[in-house]
């Protein structure tokens, strides 16, 4: 086994792809959008990708059935609702170190390339360390003639915001992206980054669809976010204020 | 000197063997029960494994003599009361890094393959964080047929553990195994986790020798479990209670 | 792509340069210097490198653009005023991993060997974990005849400094230069290492002008000298003393 | 340039050399023994080693020179007094990573093995966490047929010590010569491990020159030891007791 070993399943039909990453990252966000989009597209698996990057265990499921950690490709072709041939790129795990990360990105970028990228869209969490009541989805692209298209889909551009830069798969795909002259952008839902979060998820994949320009069922997310919603209220209740907190206080932090 | 090197002391005259692995983990319960077997069944080593991956270090015996830091394979032909080739993989040490415990787990399977695999077993402990009176075996496979025969066996399948997955070459072995279609399946012995555990070995052992349907002694084990139980009960009987706890408390722990 | 990919944009006719390392580092002293003078002098970026040693991320601008993880060379041709060709090194970053900074040192000179090196001047900063009202300028050379005219140029060398010696790409440029008879200079302008410190830069610069007998404007580099200054002493301001201090004391800490 | 780079200065005329180990380790006693051989002995330095493996730093000296950190090979040819050739192995630096701990000691010995190797002395410290009035010196053998040799002069082979083992290239260079069945031996000197061991080093050496059956003088040692013996007395009277200790106690310390 080489490095990364990449196990083809079936060869896709697919020309001038919109390639979506949702890999695991801050509050699971671009993970549980891109999961939800593949299943509401009934988008098919078609490589599954083992490296020496990744983690080195398996998972075992309810049934205890082990697995080997991997990401996985999926694509949909378009049809009379769908404008592009997508391809997905979602996994149990990025790339341990560094080098695993750019090598993971580079090779995922030369194998879609066979089929021609249109454009490159990455999804992802961005954390704020506080809960968030309605979360945005803040973005940020490889060319500036992008930003006012991005921006009629409710994508927000803050300056200074990301600060830190984009950390991982969600940043390389991009910049690799780039220096090849694809076109791309990276949506991150604003998230607390404590928990795995369906409502920025859903925030995240409403301006991905209307970039699309496709419609979908939110309804399994929504269920997902009012559990998360039931869970978190009931930890407040539970828990006691540690110190009565003045009005500036509150509305400072609120 | 590759990465790894493997100096063939014997060519084993094996085929369509049982590999049986183990590796230092949790408790060291994989070691315990695999050293025992290999003695009871008077196994022979016929591979010594060096690598860059395990510590840069020797061990010093009680006589001073030093020795490679190393992982060894034994192995046992069938006979009148053993149905199987056995191969056995113990050592001093797993890979240090993720790449290091691919390599080792991939190298491993490419040379026992050569004999033709039937089976992979991988033996290890289950780490609990509390005492375990009676340890229970847990299991994990690689193709959900092979459930029903591990239960005969008294083998625990029980949904949601472990939550964690497999980590280091117990799990690795299995899942590489998969992917080239051969069974496998991971017994892990409940275990606090604190110190070597020959108690929680000798029940991993117990459901070994039923699928491989032999009897063995285990006087060995027993004796070492004993000394165990008298350091800890000791350490109980040093250790003042910290508070009085209730009979609910204590049933919750219990 | 390689370890290390170099995208070079034009080809510098340039030749004996001396070569100019300003990467972030301490203080982030050698950067502020080297950009400072690469605008000075109105210098070309000529090359950007990329390479799996750095961060895996992408930066993201004011605008929402994002960019690579990248080090950049840039030339100045000698004229009337300037008597050397002279290439910068700077960047986002260093390597990550020790593997890392030696390749990309080594590949560094390698690519700007090839116009012939006359000298490497490298810029950092020597923490001091104090503040500093005036900061001195230490020097460490690879030839003890290069001392004396450091030392008219305001370098200060003084015994045991910098004891730990030189780590990162400031000090493997110079020893693997020295390895090849090329003759290097690392000027350290003292710094609290607690913030970017661009007096400690523009005192670096100081020195670097004298050595290359150029006049530059410093106005900028004072300019952001005096916004920090404001700063660190509102902070001191706000700050409330934790405890009075003797006479004693206090000159031993000024 | 390779991982590992080797500059060899001249060709030593020597054949079935000793090998001695001193590189950096617990209370620098390995080092400063093989120092202090080489400097009564009056070695001469033959190679020198860069590498990868090796920190990303220069070392500055007292007056400003820069040198890459590197390891040194020297030699010692036999005559009237010395028995035996002698190849020294010293540093600034082992190798920062198991890889590179492993890659080095076997370049080493692959280039020393070209003069042929009759044995490997490797010397260390043991550190105890305390402060020893009368160091020991312990012995690790690859051959139970060395031991009485080494017993007679003045080794200790104690039961279970070192439990540990031996980590690094002291270990490793033993463990790697053992597989190619060549004999040698670890000198550890007993030593706090808080601060450099003259004291530690001058036993280790003591043993050393009564294996190669040699005379040297120990006054330079004695003197660094003085001065170390003047620091730490001056330290206890300055530090304050922090609690009386009754007999007992000062029993169970001494």
Redesign the interface.
Known sequence: ?E?IFI?KIKEPKVKDVIFIEGLPGVGNVGKLAAEHLIDELKAKKFAEI?S?????????D????????NNELYFAKHNKTLKHDLIFLIGDYQ?????G???L??KMLEMISDYGIKMIITLGGYGLGRMVDKPRVL??????RM?KDMKKHGIV???????S????AS??L???G??QNVD?V?LMGETSGYFADPKSAQEVLISLTKILDIKIDFSELEQKASQIDKITSQIRDIEPPKAKKSKDELHYIG
């Open positions: 086994m490095d196990d083992y020496k990057f990744f983690p080195p265990q398996v998972l075992v309810d049934n205890g059935i082990i697995k080997m950690v790339g341990l170190t560094p080098e990360q750019y090598d990105s580079i973005g940020a692209v490889t060319e500036s930003i551009f803050q300056r200074g915001e990301p600060g830069g984009i950390v991982g940043g390389l991009l910049g690799l780039k220096i791309g990276c």
